[in-house]
Each structure stands twice: as C-alpha cells, then as structure tokens.
C-alpha cells in the first residue's frame, strides 16, 4: 500500500500563486511516476502534469504550461506544483497520484481544494 497526502491548497486571488506538496509512504517512492490531477465541481478528473521517477522528464496539460512547475524531492518522498499566475478557471480539487509500471499499482491520494477567486 502507498499513502499519498496533498497539502498547499487554500482561497488565493486571481494571478497569485500557491505551492501544492504531496507526501508519500508505504512504499519506495522513488520507483513511481507521479502526476498531479484535478477535479473541477461535477465534472470528470483531468490531467494536470506528471513528473518520472528521477524527476528528469515532466509532461504538462496545455492549459497549465508555462504557469505551472511540478518537481520531486525523492529523498524526502515529496512532489510538488508550483502554481502560478492562478486563473479562476483553476478552481477544482488537486490531487496526487503515483503509478510504478512494473507491477501496475496506482494510489491516489484524497485531494486538497484550490479556490482561485476573480
């Protein structure tokens, strides 16, 4: 089993920033990918970015580009985003989410809500 638990997320006004962290424990954290996901009110979950094991690729969705930085602390079993320039369209519920190939296992973590206000 892994545990994922998000922090970082809180009321921010449009164009501010926010630092989303998640910790993990249960297993070796740094055998996973990592993706960040969000959630906007009743709709489907969608892909926000995702970093690989070693930290040295990291993949964006178009919308966040240039505004959003995803990085990994493997010694300390950290993943963060960096968030910046909010638009009130980010307003969803962020979660974490690790996958290791190898034995297909996937955790997700509970989310922590962003609200950005205009």
């Known amino acids: 089993q892994m545990r994922l638990v998000e922090s970082g997320g809180g009321l921010v006004q449009a164009g501010g920033s926010l630092l989303l962290s998640c910790v993990a424990s249960?297993?070796?954290?740094?055998?996973?990918?990592i993706a960040w996901y969000r959630q906007f009110p009743g709709k489907e979950r969608e892909f926000v970015a995702t970093i690989s094991r070693t930290g040295d690729s990291t993949t964006y969705a178009d919308s966040v580009k240039g505004r959003f930085t995803i990085s990994r602390d493997n010694a300390k079993s950290m993943v963060y985003l960096q968030m910046n320039n909010l638009k009130h369209e980010a307003t969803a519920t962020y979660s974490c989410?690790?996958?290791?190939?190898?034995?297909?296992?996937?955790?997700w973590g509970q989310g922590t809500q962003v609200i950005v206000s205009s």
């Open positions: 989410s690790a996958y290791d190939p190898v034995d297909d296992f996937n955790s």
């Open positions: 249960g297993r070796t954290f740094s055998i996973h990918d």
